[in-house]
């Protein structure tokens, strides 16, 4: 076996299982780093989600709000502004539609981005954003829970939608700076009426599931040495191929040093008797 692994077809073999093993190592890795990044957001939920909520310029600054801070309990009064923008692509109880977002301007002179709630696609689809329901006018206290902004997604869009809530995206629309975290609306006084338009409706409490990304780093992981194991099973029928080749070209016993085994001649197979045959008889 050892002879048949220094062979070039067995040496690349060997190559592409350490390959394998490596690349497997890897993506367990990836998988439970997701795996740990999903834990460590339930914790941040549980720490913060039901909290008494704090003023909102206590957890929000011009810089972006670091990752311990997601999901804190805020409060804040000011007033609402007039821009309408929605976030697009957004899932709610697995169907799709938009996320209404709103500037809204504390009495410190900053403005914090607000998402006010889904609401679901129109009759004429993604092609047009349907009605939605104002703001509420004049003065307004609100609490919500503070959310980093998202990553650009840079892709044509319909006049009034962003592709993901970005914060410098959704300045650039608004045309103000925003603080560095927009906050998810829980509720606000005075409330938006309604009209004929559409109400935001809540997003509701943050999914915690986990996933499976634990299982599939568990599965990477063991299946590292399946290259090395399969090499080996190879590697044995080879070699106990090899050994009954050689065994079959051996001389029997008591036979010249050149004489070959002659294979036994098979019996012959019985003649069928046929009916007309024994009728003929």
Do not use: C
């Amino acid at each position: 076996m050892l002879r048949a692994l220094l062979t070039p077809r067995w040496l690349g073999a060997l190559l592409l299982s350490a390959l394998f093993a490596v690349a497997a190592y890897h993506l367990g890795h990836w998988q439970y780093g997701k795996h740990v990044a999903k834990v460590e957001r339930n914790e941040r939920i549980s720490a913060h989600f039901g909290a008494a909520p704090v003023p909102v310029g206590s957890v929000l600054t011009s810089s972006p709000v670091p990752i311990a801070q997601e999901w804190t309990h805020v409060s804040a009064t000011g007033t609402y502004g007039q821009a309408k923008l929605v976030a697009r692509g957004r899932p709610l109880d697995k169907q799709v539609g938009y996320e209404v977002l709103a500037p809204f301007r504390l009495a410190s002179g900053a403005t914090v981005l607000i998402d006010r709630g889904w609401i679901p696609l129109g009759d004429k689809g993604a092609a047009e954003v349907p009605a939605y329901a104002a703001p509420p006018p004049g003065e307004v206290t609100l609490t919500g829970w503070v959310r980093p902004g998202e990553k650009a997604r840079h892709s044509s869009a319909t006049a009034g939608t962003i592709a993901s809530i970005n914060l410098p995206e959704a300045a650039q629309k608004f045309g103000t700076p925003l603080l560095g975290g927009y906050v998810q609306l829980e509720a606000d006084t005075p409330a938006a009426t309604a009209g004929d338009a559409l109400v935001p409706q809540p997003l509701g409490k943050p999914d915690r599931s986990l996933g499976p990304h634990q299982a599939y780093a568990y599965q990477w992981w063991t299946s590292m040495p399946l290259g090395f194991i399969l090499m080996f099973f190879g590697l044995r029928r080879e070699a106990a191929e090899g050994r009954a080749e050689r065994g079959a070209g051996e001389a029997p016993s008591g036979a010249g040093a050149g004489a070959a085994r002659t294979p036994a001649p098979k019996p012959p197979r019985p003649k069928k008797t046929r009916i007309w045959d024994e009728e003929d008889a």
